[in-house]
């Protein structure tokens, strides 16, 4: 009685699983095709070398928990997404051994733009694998497309492992300002005299005459005529967070679209929200005291709580660094658009040697 196949785990429910998961299925229909006749031992071991490395690039991107969900130390590290794409690099190296000679010569060209891509134009490295790619003898030339495709995979790894570490320093400062904004907020609700973020607008001598007891009434964020309360600041730290969130929204439109696992749209939102609320409670609190000349006092709540908002968004002026930066690493990643490809590297081939087939 024949027993039921194990069943196999779905990939992980995130994008880049599913692209390493079917990006897997067709390398492996791409060397059945190729290794449909007899193997000679090299092209054996090569064939081994893409099981093997198929295999562990599923792995680690199909679920291993209950929860069907990759743990934060896991999202955190990229340790998954960083072994699936290693080996599915590697097998697609080693698929290069395997490769008849008119798809072999459909390779060059896409390897060449994008080794052109990482590397200078003057580099030895480059120079040097074009030269061998122009040889006629087809050994040679797999080991060269082989050697351009281990750089341009490398060159491709550090750029996510430089946008993992962005993204995390992103989560770090976010998590530091919150914190630190929390704190304070929680000290200055407990304590209003602490940080005062009242005004007190200019009274006229006929209104102060009018007055049964003179006395100067302050301008809070919660209200007009009162004293400073807990309040104040949860207002004006509210309003600034809102005005942060409006300015990722502003900021991150210009972002270039990619399909990466590490979401640095997401965590430049989430550094600027926390950013806004401390932005508003600095900025209303240099207008209290007189920092700003000609905005030393304002007149009612309603403006109060207007340049809390302005203040807010304004946290963009300052986070606009890590917008730019954020845009350097994606523009730097891996893409199927090359925005300036080279011109095609011209293939010569000796008298009698023929496109097709095997070495």
Known sequence: MNQPAPQ?????????AVQVSVEADRIEHRMRAATADALTGPEAVSKAAVERHLTRAREACRCRSKLKRRGLRDKWRGTSVESAYMHLHAAKIFLVDLLPGPEFEAVVPDVTTRLAMVLDRNDPRRLEAEELLRRSRRKQRRAALKQAMETVYDAADEEYIRLR??????????????????????????SPAAIPLCFEPGVTTSEIAQQPVPQL??????????EPTGGDILIVAGLGAVGGLVGATVGIRNLRGSSTPYPVSTALAVLKVPAGALSAIIGVLLLSGAFVPGLSNLDNQRQILAYALVFGIAQQLVTRVADDRAQQILAHLPSKESPAPPEPLPVKLSAGAQPGGKT
Request: charged share 10%; proline share 13%; hydrophobic share 55%.
């Open 8 to 16: 196999v785990p779905p990939p992980w429910p995130e994008p880049w």
């Open 165 to 190: 570490d962005f993204r995390n320093i992103l989560l770090l400062t976010a998590m530091a300002i919150a914190l630190l904004t929390g704190i304070l907020v929680a000290a200055v609700a407990l």
């Open 217 to 226: 009434m302050s301008v809070c964020p919660s209200g007009d005529r009162q």
